[in-house]
DNA sequence: CATCGAAGGACCC
DNA sequence: CTCCAGGGTCCTTCGGAG
């Protein structure tokens, strides 16, 4: 083709193909050399089509949005802008800069953990992942262009020196575990975002810290020496009980009694001691300081006011360093002014393409262009545009929810044999049946994924009656969907290149009634920490789960095809109640912990974090030490140490070694997670145990799928039921519903998670009632500025229905408002108006 | 007319 | 020589069943 045709669509095509050097360690490199040799390697593919192909579609989407924008007249944007600023004052008023959110990230995560055990990769550019495709590099390929999500093949053209290793998940989960305790210090209910990745709220922590002595902010260097041989080498014979492995001082172990650090304070041998202040900054150096110590691997950190921020905060100084956005507006207005809508989380390619062709790059564009945005896009999207502009996100991080699905797909050469297409169908369903099974899923919809030669997806879904689980059941589905696809394609056979199949739509398993354990889970929740209730014991199989999906964020996901139809009058009422539920239980939460500190110097809760006394038992000292992997892969004479068994195996091949860790993994905890719920309320005497439950609590959503699994037949019910005080709100005509609402917590008291105290009734509806008025009570409190205490009950009548009140007053979760009872409010269930209207949902009318 | 399931996408890591 | 993953979540649109 000429090079006016060809200039012209690789112009297009560059948004998509080029790489993005959004990432950090990409600064100054020949981003035109590089993009030129992607071009040319990827020029004809089928893969290139493809994506031109898309292009295009993008491109139109563009064309229409522009089209509409063109026909916008001044009255509908004075309109709009109104409606806006409306919206603005509402979200700034409920602006919250109290809380002191953390987002770690390791560095070049599983490329780190890589160069680790092989020190012979660290002077190499590197990446980990296959031929086809790259999951991360080091910073030394990043030089060369070579980053995550670009294939391998690709990757080798741009540094043909590149050493591409393939990945071990395992010994990556096992890493992750570890900083992961270390998280949990700084705050138990941490969400972990990824295996290398966390959110955390440190308010409560920097809270305690402030009485902390010093003795308690004092950390060990490690003194052995690091296979990499980094800082300090020192002789082989380390401590022989590795007690210089872990940080001195700290929860789990008896090393971090504040005596053993003074005996060992002396610092004898090149034990050097790092003390770390009271402040923010410090705290978190603190701990990238224990993660390094622990793992012999650097993360990088952002502080801010809230996830968004922090996400992006964590970014700026990346390699190994943090950033901290002070709290206060004008300091996260600034930011945020300069901020490319790029950097932020949600805002991908095909989003910032779309808000580039209306002259948006930053987010101070954003906000100036709000009215117009508000027009062209869906409501979730421009909410969720409106609050980026504004600096505002999340102040809570949310646990991670049970799953929603599981699958598994593969990807290969070309298969178009009908008899392969169906064996290779089985066979995928097998796997998946057999991870269901780990976790105890049962799903009614059974979804097959085909992606043909031409890298086009097609999905096919079919829901059942009842859950299925077993490989044959699935098959069964699978089958048909893929029968029916081939007959489709009729003479043509399916010329596949990818092949997956997935199970949504969980029910519980086996005998446990669906419903009670998102109620009873939540009133549990509210005593979490007492660390004697014996409900304690019940809760770890619910989840609480406050029905939030508070997810990142994402904001124009589907096309927002320009509705301006979307009378303004009728928009977003929904408001995200959960946030104030979720408020309640933060600060029942805090109200507990200054009390446990009061009283106790903090021995109940958190006493892995201020307690050099922490009473988990003795056994724990080796833990942090032995545990660590990064002792993992350390090349002795004759081979490696595997970080699992601690046995010698004699090798120097990487993958030899990686399949034995694989092995040991596979042996002694198949799924850590989920197998020690402590089952029995008696034994909570080794530390390990205690941790064990510490894990349940922190974990629960996330982890304890398998235990928790799916609540509820149907999402809908489990969101709904996820809140007590909205159980009077179940329609009794749901079957279902109804009858989990029966499955009332058998032994457990009923304690209203808001004000504590214990109810006198076994009435849910009753006790629903109080919890209502209870939190009423509160949001009232809360949105009055706290002037005025809890005032009488809230008027469950009262219904103002005036201004269409979008957005929640505080804290807007992402975006899902529009839904009409958005998922992430604590009221789950449609109440479809009719019937007491939720009394919460009030509240944010007004 | 509100709800739901299916299909297609965007995004994240 | 080999020519772009896999696991998830959520949003939007659309059409048919209730």
Redesign the pocket.
């Known amino acids: 083709m000429d090079n006016g045709a060809a200039s012209a669509k690789d112009e297009g095509l560059l948004s998509r193909?080029a790489l993005n050097d959004n990432k950090a360690g990409m600064e100054g490199l020949d981003r035109d050399m590089i993009n030129k040799i992607?071009m040319e390697?990827?020029k004809?593919?089928?893969?290139?089509e493809s994506e031109l192909k898309?292009e295009h579609?993008?491109n139109q989407r563009i064309e229409k949005i522009m089209l509409q924008k063109g026909q916008i007249t001044e009255q509908q944007l004075k309109k709009a802008q109104a409606q806006v600023e409306r919206v603005v004052s509402e979200l700034e008023r409920g602006r919250d800069l109290t809380r002191l959110i953390v987002h770690v990230d390791m560095d070049a995560f599983y490329a780190a953990v890589e160069m680790r055990d092989c020190p012979e990769l660290k002077d190499k550019p590197m990446a980990v992942g296959s031929?086809?495709?790259l999951?991360t590099s080091n910073y030394h390929a990043r030089k060369y262009g070579v980053r995550?999500?670009m294939?391998g093949?690709?990757a080798k053209k741009l540094c043909p020196n590149l050493v591409i290793v393939p990945p071990n998940f395992n010994k990556y989960r096992a890493v992750s575990e570890e900083i992961r305790e270390i998280f949990a210090d700084y705050d138990p209910h941490f969400q972990a975002?990824?295996?290398?990745?966390a959110y955390l709220d440190f308010t409560d922590h920097l809270e305690q810290r402030q009485s902390w002595p010093e003795s308690s902010r004092t950390h060990r260097c490690r003194t052995n020496s690091s296979p990499t041989g980094e800082e300090h080498i020192e002789p082989e014979e380390a401590a022989p009980e590795q007690i210089d492995l872990s940080p001195v001082l700290f929860e789990d172990s008896p090393n971090s009694s504040p005596f053993l650090l003074s005996s060992e304070g002396v610092c004898a041998s090149g034990g050097a001691c790092e003390v770390f202040g009271t402040s923010v900054e410090e705290a978190v150096k603190e701990m990238r300081f224990r993660i390094e110590q622990k793992t012999m691997l650097t993360a990088s950190a952002g502080i801010a006011p809230n996830m968004m921020l922090a996400?992006v905060c964590s970014d700026k100084n990346k390699p190994n360093g943090q950033y901290r956005l002070p709290s206060t507006r004008e300091a996260v207005m600034e930011f945020v002014q300069n901020l490319p809508v790029r950097k932020?989380?949600?805002?991908?390619?095909?989003?910032?393409k779309m808000l580039n062709a209306l002259g948006i790059s930053n987010c101070a564009h954003l906000g100036q262009q709000m009215a117009l945005l508000s027009l062209l896009f869906?409501?979730?999207?421009w909410h969720h545009f409106m609050q980026v502009s504004l600096g505002l996100s999340s102040t809570y991080i949310p646990r991670h929810?049970e799953?929603?699905?599981?699958?598994?797909?593969?990807?290969f050469?070309e298969l178009s044999r009908a008899e392969e297409q169906f064996s290779l169908c089985r066979e995928l369903c097998g796997d998946l049946a057999e991870?269901m099974k780990k976790e105890g899923l049962k799903g009614k919809?059974v979804?097959l994924k085909l992606k043909n030669v031409n890298f086009e997806?097609?999905?096919?879904?079919?829901?059942l009656q009842s859950a299925i689980a077993t490989l044959d059941e699935i098959f069964a589905v699978a089958k048909d969907l893929l029968k029916t696809e081939i007959e489709n394609e009729s003479p043509q056979p399916l010329r596949l290149?990818?092949m997956?199949v997935?199970v949504?739509a969980f029910v519980s398993l086996d005998d446990k009634k669906p419903l009670q354990k998102s109620i009873i889970g939540f009133l549990q929740t509210g005593k979490t920490d007492s660390t004697d209730s014996t409900q304690e014991m019940h809760q770890k199989q619910e989840k609480e789960h406050f029905s939030n999906?508070s997810?990142?964020a994402?904001?124009?996901?589907?096309?927002?095809?320009a509705?301006k139809s979307q009378k303004p009058g009728e928009g977003g009422r929904t408001s995200e109640p959960q946030s104030f539920f979720q408020r309640a239980h933060a600060k029942r939460l805090q109200l507990q912990a200054a009390k446990a500190s009061t009283e106790e110097g903090g021995q109940g809760r958190d006493a892995s974090v201020s307690a050099p006394t922490d009473g988990c038992g003795t056994s724990a000292a080796p833990t942090e030490a032995q545990a660590s992997t990064s002792g993992c892969g350390r090349l002795t004479s004759d081979g490696l140490t595997c970080p699992v068994c601690f046995r010698q195996v004699e090798t120097t091949d990487l993958n030899v070694f990686n399949e034995h860790i694989d092995r040991c993994l596979g042996n002694s905890c198949g799924n850590p997670n989920q197998s020690n719920h402590p089952d029995s309320e008696s034994d909570l005497e080794s530390e390990a145990e205690c941790k064990a439950l510490e894990g349940v609590n922190r974990c629960r959503g996330e982890c304890t799928t398998e235990s928790a699994k799916a609540n509820g037949d149907?999402e809908?019910q489990s969101k709904r039921e996820a809140q007590p005080s909205l159980i009077k709100d179940a329609h009794p005509a749901s079957s279902v519903t109804g009858a989990n609402h029966e499955t009332t917590p058998q032994s457990s008291v009923l304690i209203c998670p808001v004000c504590q105290r214990t109810q006198d009734t076994g009435d849910l509806t009753l006790f629903n009632h109080h919890v209502d008025l209870c939190l009423n009570q509160e949001v009232l409190h809360e949105l009055r500025g706290q002037t005025s205490p809890p005032k009488d009950p809230p008027s469950l009548t009262r219904n103002r229905t005036e201004d269409t009140g979008h957005l929640l007053p505080r804290q807007a979760c992402?975006?899902?408002s529009?839904?009409?009872d958005s998922?992430s409010s604590p009221n789950p269930k449609?109440t479809?108006g009719h019937g007491p209207r939720n009394t919460i949902d009030k509240f944010f009318r007004l």
């Open positions: 193909m992607i390697t990827s004809g593919s089928r893969f290139y898309r579609q993008v031929m086809s495709m999951s995550a999500a294939p093949f690709i975002v990824s295996l290398d990745e996400k932020v989380s949600g805002i991908g390619k095909v989003s910032e869906s409501e979730t999207a929810e799953r929603k699905s599981m699958s598994t797909e593969r990807t050469k991870d919809t979804t997806v097609k999905t096919r879904a079919q829901t290149r990818l997956g997935r949504s999906h997810v990142p994402w904001p124009l996901a589907g096309l927002p095809s509705q149907e809908s992402k975006g899902k529009k839904r009409r998922p449609r479809k």
